[in-house]
């Protein structure tokens, strides 16, 4: 089944130490996010590529960076994790923008600091 | 800008049983969508239905249906016969259907609903 796949699941890294979150899609679809969810409450909007351009939300911290090397795949790098940075972080995928193009999601990777 | 409200953090149900969740928001903007997702827990959001604001009928999806009250800016969530695999938190969202933003999902916190043998 076409799906977006995020790997790994569950990641552990330590304060300070970088980190990559890795996202995949068998959609081919133009449009990939990344989102930041705490616990308890509704996802967060981090940045998102159409196609090759890059579009960052106004007050995502430079700490968050991300690359999309290919169609299918693309990537959230944390440089210097804070404990503030522990959260699920989301992947979705949608064909264009607008609603007419719902937004898919991955399952997720929970991020923990220590 | 937009903003979504879900007023109940927190619902219960007793399977079998039909339950609302209540989502209000506010926009400027004239044509827009309107959605449900479902997040089980530890599992991956899922869209549950959709509503285009230009469509005055209300959008059904099996057991799931919407009240969509354009005027009143209101998108209730209609669960009939509720199953224990509904338990879930539910998220309304907005996008608007063109303009700078409508890439950008805007969602409300979130009700988080179980589902009662």
């Known amino acids: 089944d076409a799906m977006v796949i995020q790997n790994p699941r569950y990641q552990v890294t330590q304060f300070g130490k970088p980190v990559t979150l890795s996202c995949s899609q068998t959609?081919?679809?133009?449009?990939m996010y990344w989102y930041q969810q705490k616990s308890s409450q509704a996802p967060k909007l981090l940045f998102h590529y159409y196609d090759k351009d890059f579009n960052n939300e106004a007050d995502t911290p430079d700490n968050f960076q991300s690359r999309r090397p290919n169609t299918s795949f693309c990537f959230l790098d944390i440089r210097s994790p804070g404990l503030g940075d522990a959260a699920m972080y989301l992947c979705?995928?949608?064909?264009?923008?607008?609603?007419?193009?719902?937004?898919?999601f991955g399952d997720g990777t929970r991020l923990s600091i220590l | 800008a937009q903003t979504v409200t879900q007023s109940q953090p927190e619902m219960s149900v007793q399977e079998a049983e039909t339950v609302t969740l209540s989502c209000t928001y506010d926009t400027s903007e004239s044509n827009y969508y309107l959605f449900w997702y479902k997040q089980p827990p530890s599992r991956q959001m899922i869209l549950v239905i959709r509503?285009?604001?230009?469509?005055?009928q209300n959008a059904t999806e099996n057991r799931f249906s919407v009240n969509f009250q354009k005027a009143a800016k209101s998108f209730s969530l209609k669960i009939s016969d509720s199953q224990l695999g509904d338990t879930a938190m539910y998220f309304c969202?907005?996008?608007?259907?063109?303009?700078?933003?409508?890439?950008?999902?805007?969602f409300g916190k979130g009700t988080l609903l179980t589902v009662n043998p």
């Open positions: 509503q285009e604001a230009y469509k005055q």
């Open positions: 979705a995928t949608s064909s264009g923008v607008g609603g007419n193009q719902p937004q898919h």
């Open positions: 969202a907005f996008i608007p259907h063109s303009g700078g933003s409508n890439y950008k999902l805007t």
């Open positions: 959609l081919n679809h133009n449009v």
